[in-house]
Structure formats: structure tokens, C-alpha cells
């Protein structure tokens, strides 16, 4: 334990997943429907759009909507720390060996094998600045809409494929939990830790080539949490089967989302955005 | 002549999530002073600060400010060694039969004495002491397997498998919630006997004043991460009228007292050992029979 302690079991505090920020923004007060078709949206014409021009754009909006919803823009960047290391090697085996995908150009080194033109150096930029504006999305859309919301607009996006026998309701709910129950866990898991190290246990301090000792040593956390993990989906399946939930039956939602004009300009936004993204001739 | 205390906490302070909007002041200044052979009660309503407070004296948390000294280790010195204190200090969790992983009881007794590298025999005499200790029989239990053990039971391995590690200070959250009442005072005998006959100072947090009023030499009452009240349990007691200010109960014998207190008897509302309280009731009684 060299760096100063203190830190070290708080795990819930990186976890930016499931957590909901409530500022009140008008992105928070949006229909999640209408959210999620615009994010969607966003997210697609981000990751197709592959000029210097658009993604920068795309960056000052990813960047404009933190402000927009009064959420410190640091959440967003303690989100892309943790990706810098695939982005940078991302980087790198583009840098390496994607020449032939991306060779027109002119060509600014030749040496052996490793062709550098105009044209992969932009491939590079360019897939980084989308990572970095994919997590900003997918951030302002986590922190500003509660689970709930997200299910529910993933519920009723996905209702046409009802006629194609898609359990769409099912689905909603395992998506529903499975977020529910993030935070949940890391809290059981940070209580797990600090037990098991109260009592002598450590964790990561072997040397990395001795994997059996280093599973080992995760097994005083994983074995209870497996316990606890069993036992809370047993209570969650009685608490739901005494409030009379029946898989598959019709259900009801008590709160009916109704779209604004404010929404529908969002959307209308978001459209022209992605339009402009896509189809835009931009000088770079 | 003033002895060292073996656990000193200086205006502690504790903020969560702190440089976020869910910033949360846990601590705001708390102050303990514990000598060795001491037991101690921690008591507050939720969100006192009580679990944040009991995490700093094992180094699961640094102080962010103010000072944590255990028997002369200062917790700020980030070349503390760690293993050293957790071995002096021994932290029971909430619900420490969830921390329970080996499939026999002597195993998972014996994870914390393996992690320090003693020799096998001397594990085996200290999974041995440790069982006896809270009431489980070495010979017939060991081999047991762990699941099939009620909660009152489980409840116990764990606290031999902390206490096998032998700390001169062992702090417990909430040892007794959601035991049933024959395994609580059971338990509740053991940490006395542990605090009296082996001289570990004890250190707990509870929300069930009878439990604080049997065990307690002296009580700490938090509010708010600040210190709200201290001393012994007649003293604290004594302040009822604060303690219900924030939500905190006394025992029933100082509730019964302080009732007839307020209808004009002539008792002593803070008598608030069982046989002391039914002293003072029988008193009453005699001077109304005249």
C-alpha cells in the first residue's frame, strides 16, 4: 500500500454508471423517449462522421451539453481516464498497421513496413476524438435520466418489435436491474474488501506472473459477494412476486411520458445535427 | 499521573464523494480519548458519523484532517505500516457472517492468523482460543461446514475469526442487530467477559441503549459527525432531555425513572442499572405504603 491510503475501498466513487445527478436541466426534464432517439442519433452520426471539421463540432456540442444540464464536466473526463490506455493503443495499432485500410493521402513516412500518410494520421485523430465525445454522450445521458427513465424510453422505442415476437417489456426489466443493482453491488463489494483487509487479506500487492495467488487472494470477496448476490435476487423475485408481478402479463405504466414542443425541437436539433455531420463538406 | 491512551481522535473529519455535487460531511469534528481496558459505546442516530468514525481507527480510512493516534501509531504517517495496526486493532463489520468464505468454520477462523504468517501450530492455538472464547467447542465445530450454521452461530465465527487475530482493541458495529434474543445476550456475556477477564478494550456501536447500559464503562454520543455528549452511562443518561433532541432513546428502566421523576416522585432518573432502577422503584413503593 504505497500511495496514501484513504481511497483505496471507495469504490462507488468511480462508478459513474446508474448514478443520476438531478440538476433539474432541461436535459433532465426532456422525455427520456425523445432523449434516448436523440442520443442515439448523436451517437450514430459521431461515430460515422470522419472529418477534422465535424468532430470537432461534434466535441464543442458533447462539451456544450454538460453545460447545458449543469453537470461538472469533471464527471465526463473521471469517465475517459479510465479509457486513455486503449485509446492511446488504439492509436498506436492504427498508427502501425492500418495503412492499407487508409492509404490515399499523401504518404509522409515510408520505412519497412510502416507506411505514416495524411490519411491514417486523421484515422488516428479522428477515433480518438469519438471516443472522447461517445463517452461525453453516453455520460450526459446516464447522469441526467434515472433508470427508470432509460427503461421506459427503452421500452417504448423498442415496441414495434413486439410484432416480431421480441420480449421487449422482458428485456426493459432485465436491463432495469442489471443497472438497479451496479452501485448496489460495488457497495457490497467495498464492505467486503474493507472486512476481509481488517482481517489480514490484501489484494493486488502479489507480482502480476503469479495468477493462481493473485485469484486466490479475490476469493475471500468474490465467494461472499456471490452469497450476497443470491440472496438479493431471492428477495428481489418474493418482493416482486408479492406486489403481483406475473412475467408476460399486459401491464400498465403509472406515469405516461407526454412529449413537449421543447422535445420535439431537441429531436428537430438533433436531426440537422446529425445531417449536417454526415453530409457537410467540410474543408478537412 | 495521566496514562497514554491507547486510542486518541483529534478533530476528525470525513467528507464522502468530496469535489463532487454529492459532497457529504460525515465527520465534522469528532474527539475520542480511550484508555486501554476500556469499554466504550458509540451511539447516534443514523448519519451520526458512528461507521465512518470506527473504519479510521483500523486505516480502512485516513484521517483527511485532524489526528487518529492507536497506542502510538499516528494513521496520518503514509509510512504507517498497515498490517501492524489491523493486527492491534480488530474491526466486526455490520453483519460480519456475510464475510464468511471457507466451507469449514476452522478454515475461515483461521484465514486472518495464515494472512499474518504464523506457524501452523500457533494458527491452531489461536483458532482454538478464539472458538472457546465466543462459545464454540474446538473439538466438535472445527470441522463443521460454514452454511449449514444458524445466524447466531455464523455471527460467532466471525467474531473468532477476528478475534484469532488477538488485537488489544476490538471495535464492533452493531454486534448484536438482527440476532435473536438468547444469541444476543449470549453475545453480549462474551464481550464482557472478553473486556474483563482478557483486557481487550472495546470499542462498540449500538442502537440498543439496554445493550450500551449492561456493557458500556463509558459512552461517546455522536450527532451530526460532532461529538454531542460524553462520559458514563449516569452522566450521559443523565441528559435526556439532549439525547431526545436527536432522536435518541435511553433505556427503559431511565424512560420509567424519568416518567416518574416527572409525576412528582422522588427517584433518581439516571439509576440506570436494572437492579439500581428497581431499588429506587421499590423505594417509591415503600414510602407510598406508609
Known amino acids: ?284 | 499521573m495521566t496514562e497514554q491512551p491507547i486510542l486518541e481522535v483529534k478533530h476528525l473529519q470525513h467528507i464522502y464523494m468530496k469535489g463532487t455535487p454529492l459532497e457529504h460531511h460525515a465527520l465534522s469534528g469528532v474527539s475520542l480519548k480511550i484508555n486501554k481496558g476500556e469499554c466504550i459505546a458509540v451511539i447516534g442516530h443514523t448519519g451520526s458519523g458512528k461507521s465512518t468514525l470506527i473504519q479510521h481507527v483500523n486505516g480502512l480510512m485516513r484521517p483527511q484532517s485532524g489526528e487518529v493516534v492507536v497506542d502510538g501509531m499516528n494513521l496520518s504517517d503514509p509510512k504507517l505500516d498497515i498490517r501492524l495496526l489491523r493486527r492491534k486493532v480488530g474491526l466486526v463489520f455490520q453483519n460480519p457472517e456475510d464475510q464468511i468464505f471457507e466451507k469449514i468454520i476452522g478454515d475461515d477462523i483461521a484465514y486472518g492468523p495464515f494472512k499474518m504468517g504464523l506457524p501452523i501450530k500457533e494458527v491452531r492455538d489461536r483458532v482454538k482460543w478464539a472458538m472457546e472464547v465466543v462459545g464454540l467447542s474446538f473439538d466438535e465445530m472445527k470441522d463443521r461446514a460454514t452454511y449449514a450454521l444458524s445466524g447466531g452461530q455464523k455471527r460467532k465465527v466471525a467474531l473468532a475469526g477476528v478475534l484469532a487475530l488477538r488485537p488489544d482493541i476490538l471495535v464492533l458495529d452493531e454486534p448484536t442487530a438482527g440476532l435473536d434474543p438468547r444469541s444476543r445476550n449470549e453475545l453480549l456475556e462474551k464481550l464482557k467477559t472478553l473486556n474483563e477477564q482478557e483486557k481487550i478494550t472495546i470499542i462498540f456501536v449500538s442502537h440498543n441503549m439496554e445493550e450500551v447500559a449492561y456493557l458500556a464503562g463509558r459512552i461517546y454520543v455522536l450527532a451530526d459527525g460532532r461529538n454531542l455528549v460524553e462520559g458514563t452511562p449516569e452522566e450521559v443518561f443523565g441528559e435526556a432531555d439532549t439525547l431526545k433532541k436527536h432522536h435518541i432513546g435511553a433505556p427503559d428502566t431511565v424512560e420509567i425513572l424519568g416518567q416518574l421523576k416527572a409525576k412528582g416522585f422522588a427517584v433518581r432518573p439516571n439509576a440506570y442499572q436494572l437492579e439500581e432502577a428497581a431499588k429506587e422503584i421499590i423505594a417509591v413503593l415503600r414510602q407510598d405504603g406508609r
Request: proline share 5%.
Open chain 1, 1 to 284: 500500500m504505497k500511495k496514501i491510503a484513504g481511497f483505496e475501498f471507495e469504490l462507488t466513487r468511480n462508478i459513474t454508471i446508474g448514478q443520476y445527478v438531478p440538476t433539474g436541466s432541461i436535459i433532465h426534464r426532456m422525455d427520456p423517449r425523445i432523449k434516448l432517439a436523440s442520443f442515439t442519433l448523436l451517437v450514430i452520426s459521431m461515430a460515422v462522421c470522419a472529418t477534422y471539421g465535424g468532430n470537432l463540432l461534434a466535441l464543442v456540442l458533447s462539451c456544450l451539453l454538460f453545460y447545458v444540464s449543469r453537470i461538472p464536466i469533471s464527471y465526463g473526463l473521471s469517465g475517459v481516464k479510465p479509457a486513455i490506455p486503449f485509446i492511446l493503443i488504439l492509436a498506436i495499432l492504427q498508427l502501425l498497421f492500418y495503412s492499407e485500410v487508409a492509404s490515399g493521402g499523401k504518404v509522409l513516412l515510408n520505412y519497412g513496413f510502416i507506411h505514416i500518410t495524411t490519411d491514417s494520421i486523421r484515422l488516428v485523430v479522428v477515433s480518438a476524438l469519438r471516443f472522447v465525445e461517445i463517452i461525453f454522450l453516453s455520460s450526459v445521458l446516464t447522469l441526467s435520466t434515472s433508470t427508470t427513465q432509460i427503461t421506459h424510453g427503452i421500452e417504448s422505442l423498442l415496441r414495434p418489435l413486439r410484432t416480431v415476437k421480441f420480449p421487449v417489456h422482458e428485456f426493459a426489466l432485465i436491463i432495469t436491474i442489471a443497472l438497479r443493482f451496479v452501485p448496489t453491488f460495488a457497495l457490497e463489494m467495498e464492505k467486503m474488501m474493507k472486512a476481509q483487509a481488517s482481517r489480514g487479506a490484501e489484494f493486488g500487492t502479489g507480482a502480476w506472473w503469479r495468477i493462481v495467488q493473485r485469484t486466490k487472494d479475490v476469493f475471500p470477496i468474490i465467494i461472499p459477494l456471490f452469497n450476497v448476490a443470491m440472496s438479493r435476487a431471492e428477495d428481489l423475485v418474493l418482493a416482486m412476486e408479492s406486489r403481483c408481478y406475473v412475467p408476460g402479463s399486459q401491464r400498465s405504466v403509472s406515469k405516461k411520458y407526454k412529449a413537449y414542443r421543447t422535445d420535439y425541437a431537441a429531436l428537430i436539433f438533433c436531426i440537422v445535427f446529425a445531417i449536417v455531420l454526415l453530409a457537410f463538406p467540410f474543408p478537412y
